[in-house]
């Protein structure tokens, strides 16, 4: 059984820092793409930024610069630097595994808010 757990989030004035961390178990964690998405209230869901088993980052243009995704494959666990926050990041981030087509679905974890206060 696949799980993602997210924590980290919390309260931070604009300008300020968060690191979000994941922490996944059932399954071989370094043999997979990792991804945050979020959601900000009454908005679709947004993907944010993405971090290959080879250790490729992309990143959504209104964050790149400004967060990084990292991981520790002996931990399994993803991060995202959040530096500079804006109001506008405020959002539940989630952790996922992207699903592989005709393999296997995504995953997701249950998410951490993030509220940033102008």
């Known amino acids: 059984q696949v799980q993602l757990v997210e924590s980290g989030g919390g309260l931070v004035q604009a300008g300020g820092s968060l690191r979000l961390s994941c922490a996944a178990s059932g399954i071989i964690f370094s043999t997979n793409t990792m991804a945050w998405f979020r959601q900000a209230p009454g908005k679709q869901r947004e993907w944010v930024a993405s971090l290959t088993s080879g250790g490729s980052p992309n990143y959504a243009g209104s964050v790149k610069g400004r967060f990084t995704i990292s991981r520790d494959n002996a931990k399994n666990t993803v991060y995202l630097q959040m530096n500079n926050l804006k109001p506008e990041d405020t959002a539940v981030y989630s952790c996922?595994?992207?699903?592989?087509?005709?393999?296997?679905?995504?995953?997701w974890g249950q998410g951490t808010q993030v509220i940033v206060s102008s």
């Open positions: 996922n595994i992207p699903k592989i087509l005709n393999f296997r679905p995504d995953y």
